[in-house]
């Protein structure tokens, strides 16, 4: 079946520009989470959604980075005013289940989106 | 959440076992141990989890000491596709747990011909 799947998959802006992360999770993953991986790194958490509703934003780094998901499946990552520093790879996972015994809690990730920005 | 240890990186040669560390004596009684890896320009993938006995599946074995202060991810036969960096995650069980993966630097394997 379909995996997760992130559009773009690149995306090159200006320092300053707005720009807008879209995933797509697995049909049926009610938990989405959405983390960051710079270079060389482990990746980052960000924020976590539970159905429509982001049930942990612990992770954001600032105001600039909003995330939403109106209908409980796609997922929009949001940033304002971007800096050099927000340049990363922004992955997007999925699961059935946030937590339990260790079944359908495994998480299930898309390719990335690699942000540049200038 | 607690803290897990990993070699920075190991190498084998293909068609061999390899063996992947992991220490976590700060690991609760609530914690699953989790392994994840990340091929080269993918998003990581999960390979397997435990708790306290031995697993298996199509992928690997994880072996968990007695203890619970450390564990192995075994990949029984390397080939040059299981080239990765793999994570080692404890994820607790405990109700209202976001579930959310905290990485540190894995272990980066190395897979030579």
């Known amino acids: 079946g379909a995996g997760v799947s992130q559009t773009p998959s690149n995306k090159v802006t200006e320092k300053g520009k707005y720009v807008e992360l879209r995933c797509d999770p697995i049909?049926?993953?009610?938990?989405l989470y959405w983390y960051r991986q710079s270079l060389g790194q482990g990746p980052e958490f960000l924020i976590y959604?539970?159905?429509?509703?982001?049930?942990?934003d612990s992770g954001l780094p600032n105001d600039r980075f909003f995330a939403v998901r109106p209908e409980g499946s796609v997922s929009t990552l949001k940033i304002q005013r971007t800096e050099r520093g927000d340049s990363a790879v922004y992955l997007c996972?999925?699961?059935?289940?946030?937590?339990?015994?260790?079944?359908?809690?495994?998480?299930?990730f898309g390719p990335g989106t690699r942000l540049t920005v200038l | 959440d607690a803290k897990t240890t990993q070699p920075n990186s190991m190498e084998s040669n293909e068609e061999e076992p390899v063996h992947l560390p992991c220490n976590h004596s700060?690991?609760?009684?609530?914690?699953?141990i989790h392994w994840y890896r990340q091929l080269p320009s993918q998003g990581p993938e999960y390979v397997i989890h435990?708790?306290?006995s031995n697993v298996n599946n199509r992928m690997a074995s994880l072996a968990i000491a007695e203890d619970r202060k450390s564990s192995t991810l075994i990949l029984h036969r390397a080939t040059l596709r299981d080239a990765a960096v793999y994570y080692c995650i404890l994820k607790t069980r405990r109700s209202g747990n976001t579930g959310k993966l905290i990485f540190g630097q894995g272990t980066t394997l190395q897979v030579k011909p």
């Open positions: 435990g708790l306290t």
């Open positions: 959604f539970q159905g429509t509703g982001a049930a942990d």
């Open positions: 049909s049926g993953h009610t938990a």
């Open positions: 700060t690991i609760s009684g609530t914690d699953y």
């Open positions: 996972a999925s699961s059935l289940l946030s937590y339990g015994s260790g079944r359908g809690d495994e998480q299930f």
